[in-house]
């Protein structure tokens, strides 16, 4: 936490940018709210979505500006997340 408040100090007070960055999977076929299971057993939840199983994008937040910025992708990989830093 000390290092985090550096980091947040310096970004306030010295114009350093301060960026977050993370990717995020969403499964498209997944869309239930609840349900009743048995504890400790395995839930199985129903689908009908046809095509892609999951949905990939990098969610960016710049501290400074307080800004969000969010790239989809069609897979979040090492060659991904490199190319979007740069």
């Known amino acids: 936490m ?4 550096g980091l947040l100090d310096d970004a306030l007070n ?7 960055i993370d990717e ?6 997944s869309d239930e709210g609840y349900g009743w299971s048995i504890k400790g ?3 199985w939840v129903s689908s009908n979505s046809p095509g892609r ?10 501290y400074n ?3 969000v910025k969010i790239f989809p992708y069609f897979k979040a990989d090492q060659f ?3 190319q979007l830093m740069f």
């Open 80 to 82: 991904n997340s490199i």
């Open 41 to 43: 057993e395995r839930f």
């Open 2 to 5: 000390e290092k985090l408040q």
């Open 14 to 20: 010295n114009g350093h940018l301060l960026v977050f």
């Open 65 to 67: 500006y307080a800004k």
């Open 53 to 62: 199983t999951k949905v990939s994008f990098y969610g960016i937040y710049v």
């Open 24 to 29: 995020a999977h969403i499964h498209l076929d």
